[in-house]
């Protein structure tokens, strides 16, 4: 089973988010993780539109990326540039990918217009997350 450790500065939104996703739709395939830099509470607006798709985060907490410092991973994928740019050094053949996604957490205006940025950024990252990783174990 593949195993993946999403890494973003707060390990709030986008990488909790991508940790649901993908143990969600590629359970037994995959197996995901996620971290921050500078870990913060799961932000509720994550678990809302996380919960429209059927998928619990609630139980899900903020990690530091030291926490997995000595688990091996075939994969990490930092989805922030501040994480890209602050990414550890992983032991062995780990392979670091970047996709980035815009922050949810600094939308302004309405409490509609906030859920719909959180709706874009989750949407995003299953259009362009999950088939990059049904790819990498179909191989």
């Given at each position: 089973m593949l195993k993946v450790l999403f890494l973003c500065t707060e390990n709030a939104c986008r990488s909790q988010m991508a940790e649901g996703l993908v143990n969600h739709y590629l359970a037994g395939k995959v197996r995901a993780y996620s971290?921050?830099?500078?870990?913060k509470e799961v932000n509720p607006r994550a678990i809302r539109v996380m919960a429209e798709l059927g998928i619990d985060i609630s139980r899900q907490w903020s990690k530091s990326v030291e926490d997995f410092k000595d688990l091996p991973f075939d994969l990490v994928i930092t989805v922030c540039d501040q994480a890209q740019e602050a990414c550890p050094i992983f032991p062995g053949t780990t392979?670091?990918?970047?996709?980035?996604?815009?922050?949810?957490?600094?939308?302004?205006?309405?409490?509609?217009?906030?859920?719909?940025?959180?709706?874009?950024v989750r949407d995003a990252m299953r259009e362009q997350i999950?088939?990059?990783?049904?790819?990498k174990v179909s191989h």
């Open positions: 971290a921050g830099v500078r870990p392979e670091v990918l970047h996709v980035g996604f815009p922050d949810p957490a600094r939308a302004t205006g309405s409490e509609k217009e906030i859920l719909s940025a959180f709706r874009k999950l088939p990059l990783l049904a790819e």
